[in-house]
C-alpha cells in the first residue's frame, strides 16, 4: 500500500469508526458476564469482559488488553499447533476479569501443575501449621537395662526424616538406660494403603516407592533403624512385623516432624513427585481411616473444585503428582484454583514463595533469564512425554498481578513447548 496523503484521507472515516466501536465495548462491558464462552477463539468475545473493578482508568486497561490479545492470537497461530494441542488462559486477578483464553476448556493431562491441586488443597484443608510427624512408641518396662515389651514406629510420610531424626529415636533408648530390646518391634504403615506406586503410572518411570516410613526419602527406614541400634550396641531381636499402634497403653518415646512449608519449597521448586505424593496422603488421613487410598485424597481435591463451581466428576484426580496418566483437568480450571489461592492469604502466603522463579530458582532457573518476565513469573512446570505444561503467576506493567495456565499436549520437543510458554509469559509481563 503507498503511504500518500490520499490513502491517509481515505481511511480516517475506518479509523473514526473503530474508534467508536472501541469505546461502545467499553460501555457494553459491563453487563457481560466475566467467564469465558466455550469457543473463546472469537477475540471480539474475549474483549466483552469487564476489564477493571479496581478503579483504574478503563481506557488504558483495554487498550493494554487489546495489544497482549493480538500478541497471543499471533503465538496461538504458530505452525506447531497444526500437528499439537493448546490450552491457554490469561486472567487479570487484580481486575478480577479474564484476558485470553484458547482451548481454555479442553481437557489435558496436567503433568506436575497436578501439584497445585495437591498444594492448595493441603493448606485449606490442613493448614499452614500442619506438620508430618513420625512417632516411636514403646508398650512394656524397662528393668536392669532390659526392655520388656513391644515398641512401635509410626509412619508419618514424612520424606524428610533422616539420620539426625532417627539418631533422636536411638539416644531416648540410651536415654532411659535401654541396653536390650527383649520383645517385638513394630512398624505402623496405616497412614496409607500398600500400593507402592501411584495410579496409572508407567511402568519405567523409576519412581520411589510410596511408604508412610522413609529415610532420606527412601523405603529403608526400619533397616536403619537396626543399624543404628547395632551402631550404639542394643540387643535386639531379628526381625519386625508390621502392626498398627493400640489405642492404650502405649507410652509416647519420641517424635519427629517437618513443616508443611519445608515440604513444600521441594515439592514445588523441584517438583518433586515424591514430596507432592507425602502431602497427598495427608489429606486421605484427615479420615482417620486405617490404610486410606489415593481415591481418599482425591476425594478431598474434588471437593475444593467443586467449591470453585466446577463438577469433579468432569475432571480426573488420580494423583498428589501428576505423574499419571489418568489425570485430566483444564486451564480454565487450575486459573480458578490460582484465583482461589491468591484470594487466601492462609493459602497465597505459603504457596507463592514455593513456586519456581523464572531465572532464578527451581525448574525455571534457566528459563526466561532475561525480558520483563525475569525474576517476575513465579509458575509450576509439568512434563510428561508429549506434555508440557506452565501455571502460575506473574505481574503486567500496568501493576496487576496475572494469573495464567499454558497446556502444550502431543509435543515432539519440551524445548519447542518451553519456547512458546516463555514468549506468551514475555507478553503478559510486557
Known amino acids: ?101 484458547f482451548g481454555q476448556r479442553q481437557l489435558m493431562r496436567p503433568a506436575s501443575v497436578q501439584k497445585l491441586f495437591t498444594t492448595v488443597t493441603a493448606l485449606a484443608d490442613l493448614g499452614g501449621s500442619f506438620q508430618f510427624v513420625t512417632r516411636f512408641y514403646m508398650n512394656g518396662a524397662v528393668n536392669d537395662s532390659i526392655f520388656s515389651g513391644d515398641l512401635y514406629l509410626k509412619g508419618g510420610f514424612d520424606p524428610r526424616f533422616g539420620n539426625d531424626d532417627m539418631n533422636a529415636f536411638i539416644e531416648v533408648l540410651m536415654e532411659r538406660g535401654i541396653r536390650q530390646i527383649d520383645g517385638r518391634i513394630f512398624s505402623d504403615m496405616s497412614l496409607k494403603d500398600t500400593l507402592k506406586w501411584g495410579e496409572g ?40 512385623t508390621e502392626k498398627q499402634v493400640p489405642q492404650d497403653s502405649v507410652i509416647l518415646l519420641a517424635e519427629r516432624s517437618h513443616t508443611v ?107 526466561m533469564c532475561s525480558g520483563n518476565a525475569f525474576s517476575n513469573v513465579h509458575a509450576k512446570t509439568g512434563t510428561l512425554r508429549g506434555v508440557s505444561t506452565l501455571a502460575g503467576y506473574a505481574t503486567a506493567s500496568n501493576g496487576h498481578m496475572i494469573c495464567f495456565c499454558i497446556m502444550n499436549q502431543g509435543i515432539r520437543s519440551n524445548s519447542a513447548a518451553h519456547r512458546f510458554q516463555d514468549k506468551v509469559c514475555q507478553i503478559i509481563t510486557r
Not at 481511511?11 to 467499553?26: D, H, K, L, T
Not at 478503579?55 to 488488553?65: E, F, M, Q
Not at 492470537?73 to 485470553?100: C, H, K, N
Not at 481415591?295 to 480426573?316: E, H, M, Q, T, W
Request: net charge negative; glycine share 6%; aromatic share 12%.
Open 201 to 240: 503410572w508407567c511402568w519405567d518411570d523409576d519412581e520411589r516407592i510410596l511408604r508412610p516410613l522413609l529415610y532420606n526419602g527412601k523405603d529403608i527406614f526400619m533397616m536403619k533403624f537396626y543399624e543404628k541400634l547395632d551402631e550404639n550396641g542394643i540387643a535386639h531381636p531379628t526381625a519386625y
Open 261 to 367: 512449608d519445608q515440604i513444600l519449597m521441594r515439592l514445588l521448586k523441584n517438583s518433586d513427585n515424591l514430596y507432592a505424593e507425602a502431602l497427598f496422603y495427608q489429606l486421605g488421613a484427615m479420615e482417620d481411616a486405617h490404610y486410606p487410598s489415593a481415591r481418599v485424597s482425591a476425594g478431598k481435591v474434588n471437593a475444593l473444585i467443586r467449591s470453585l463451581g466446577f463438577d469433579p466428576d468432569d475432571y480426573n484426580v488420580a494423583d498428589g503428582s501428576g505423574l499419571s496418566l489418568y489425570n485430566y483437568t483444564t486451564p480454565e480450571l487450575v486459573v480458578q484454583l490460582l484465583r482461589y489461592a491468591w484470594k487466601r492469604n492462609n493459602i497465597y502466603l505459603h504457596l507463592f514463595p514455593a513456586l519456581p522463579i523464572a531465572g532464578v530458582d527451581g525448574t525455571l532457573e534457566r528459563r
Open 1 to 101: 500500500m503507498k503511504k500518500t496523503v490520499e490513502g491517509f484521507a481515505l481511511a480516517m472515516p475506518v479509523f473514526f469508526c473503530i474508534v467508536y466501536a472501541c469505546f461502545f465495548q467499553v460501555y457494553v462491558a459491563a453487563s457481560v458476564p466475566s467467564c469465558l464462552p466455550a469457543n473463546v477463539c472469537d477475540t471480539a468475545e474475549i474483549q466483552n469482559v469487564p476489564v477493571d473493578s479496581a478503579g483504574i482508568d478503563s481506557t488504558d486497561v483495554l487498550s493494554w488488553s487489546q495489544s497482549l490479545q493480538a500478541s497471543l492470537d499471533e503465538l496461538a497461530g504458530s505452525d506447531m499447533f497444526q500437528r499439537s494441542q493448546l490450552g491457554l488462559y490469561v486472567y487479570d486477578l487484580t481486575a478480577d476479569s479474564a484476558i485470553y483464553g
